[in-house]
């Protein structure tokens, strides 16, 4: 139990639907980030946050849309998506972008058919 | 961020000393080693870092070579559980709470730990 809880931890959608992740964190952290780990890839990192504040896209399609409503929450926003997009999403926190050690949350699988 | 290279699989016997090793050649006198491992299903989970000391935790042990270009973690009495993908990352240093520095994950070795 690191802290970081992702919800759901399974997802299989359809190309058109909507559907969104969850992460939360109770380590008092400002910092939070998204990952992606497709399969036999490395990790990617997507989005990071720090203290709300977006301050990193490494160019993701729009078709991802986080949202971070304050420190502790952080929400990846999903819609037509491809299926090649069929990973395990990884959410992550420490206590600043300039901190040592990230904490890693479960991770969503998400499946699109 | 300098280039890692490490074993992609490695076996080691319960109870014995794992010693994982990494290849970092082009590692920057600002640059810190880490280790991160992740366990089958699981998200990533910190180990240890170092820059240039070594470093022991409860968890393992990381020896950096005196000119910075190797490092390895010891898993001292490795166990079942210590069976999982490590990834030895090298990230600058942090200069402030607002540091951009990301950590960029390898392909790692898989470590099966053998009954």
């Known amino acids: 139990e690191t802290g970081v809880t992702q919800t759901p931890r399974h997802l299989v959608m359809g190309m058109t639907n909507k559907k969104s992740l969850k992460c939360e964190q109770h380590l008092g952290h400002n910092a939070m980030y998204w990952y992606k780990q497709s399969a036999k890839k490395p990790l990617e990192l997507m989005f990071v946050y720090n203290f709300k504040e977006q301050t990193e896209n490494n160019s993701v399609p729009s078709r991802f849309s986080p949202e971070c409503p304050n420190s502790s929450h952080l929400f990846l926003h999903l819609h037509t998506l491809q299926p090649e997009d069929s990973a395990l999403y990884l959410c992550?926190?420490?206590?600043?972008?300039?901190?040592?050690?990230?904490?890693f949350g479960p991770g969503t699988r998400l499946t699109v058919t | 961020d300098a280039k890692t290279t490490q074993p992609p699989s490695m076996d080691c016997a319960e109870g014995r000393a794992a010693n994982l090793p990494c290849n970092h050649s082009?590692?920057?006198?600002?640059?810190?080693v880490y280790w991160y491992r992740q366990i089958h299903s699981q998200g990533p989970q910190y180990i240890i870092h170092?820059?240039?000391n070594n470093e022991t935790n409860e968890m393992a042990s990381l020896i950096i070579t005196e000119d910075r270009k190797s490092s390895t973690l010891i898993l001292p009495h490795a166990t079942l559980r210590d069976t999982a993908v490590y990834y030895c990352i090298v990230r600058v240093a942090p200069i402030s709470n607002f540091g951009n520095e990301k950590l960029t994950f390898g392909t790692g070795t898989r470590l099966t730990i053998i009954p």
């Open positions: 082009t590692i920057s006198g600002n640059e810190y």
């Open positions: 992550a926190s420490s206590l600043s972008t300039g901190a040592y050690e990230q904490y």
């Open positions: 170092g820059l240039k």
